[in-house]
């Protein structure tokens, strides 16, 4: 039987910001191992660590102590050079105000990374819109963000964070500013992004409706980690999770 790989690797990682005088400690020896292709959510109220733990991950920024493993590679031995190679190469960033650039069409958005990762301006335009069609906005390649709704805004930073590739997407509360029913159409998306081409999904949100798709999730309280759930051990109702009652 083959083991199935961690792709990320969290050891004792601590966090403190210091504010003034006082120091603020964001994350207090976090322990965590995400497998390749899974679809996990960091979930906890604001003030937990979950955004913290979120840029640990992404490379966004450096732990005060421990470490963070990403295919195996300590990221805090990374130099500048090595770290956006790391960033441009092995993840893709979904964010809740969408980040696409508002002069640019949808396709100039969506090729926007690939030059970084050496790739030619025909094949960049041809992969655009192969990725243009596979979230469904092939027809709105010459729209400019001005031009489309937010799901589709959305749908086009999704197009953009699979550029070049990535082992890893990390989504920071990707369903934040929309409605419900474009909130569930993006989360399908992901989940199907997961499963047919292998994508670890990595999300920080606070959108219960994430937790339908997740195989995995992480709950995370004053900065440290309060459990680890499988999607099978919750029971998630209207207004409540509860985890499931053990036999």
Not at 64 to 90: H, P
Not at 146 to 153: P, V
Not at 223 to 247: F, H, Q, Y
Request: glycine residues 8%; aromatic residues 6%.
């Amino acid at each position: 039987m083959t083991s199935v790989k961690n792709i990320v690797r969290v050891t004792n990682v601590t966090k403190t910001f210091q504010l003034g005088k006082i120091a603020v400690h964001a994350l207090k020896g976090v322990d965590l191992e995400i497998s390749t292709g899974q679809y996990v959510s960091i979930m906890g109220p604001s003030g937990s660590g979950k955004s913290t733990l979120f840029n640990m991950i992404g490379g966004l920024d450096k732990p005060t102590t421990g470490k963070v493993f990403i295919d195996d590679v300590d990221v805090s031995q990374l130099d500048a050079y090595e770290l956006a190679w790391l960033r441009c190469r092995k993840f893709g960033y979904i964010f809740q105000t969408f980040n696409i650039i508002q002069v640019m069409t949808a396709l100039e958005n969506v090729t926007l990374p690939m030059p970084f990762a050496g790739m030619r301006n025909e094949r960049a335009i041809e992969k655009g819109m192969e990725l243009l069609e596979l979230v469904g906005l092939a027809d709105r390649f010459q729209h400019k963000p001005n031009e489309l709704s937010g799901g589709q805004q959305q749908r086009v930073a999704i197009a953009r964070a699979l550029a070049n590739d990535p082992a890893i997407i990390l989504a920071d509360e990707p369903t934040g500013n929309l409605d419900l029913t474009t909130g569930e159409e993006i989360i399908t998306l992901l989940k199907n992004l997961s499963r047919e081409r292998g994508v670890t999904i990595i999300s920080a949100t606070h959108d219960i409706k994430m937790l339908n798709v997740s195989d995995q999730v992480v709950w995370i309280r004053d900065g440290r980690i309060d459990k680890i759930e499988s999607r099978e051990e919750l029971t998630i109702s209207v207004g409540r999770i509860d985890a499931r009652a053990e036999a």
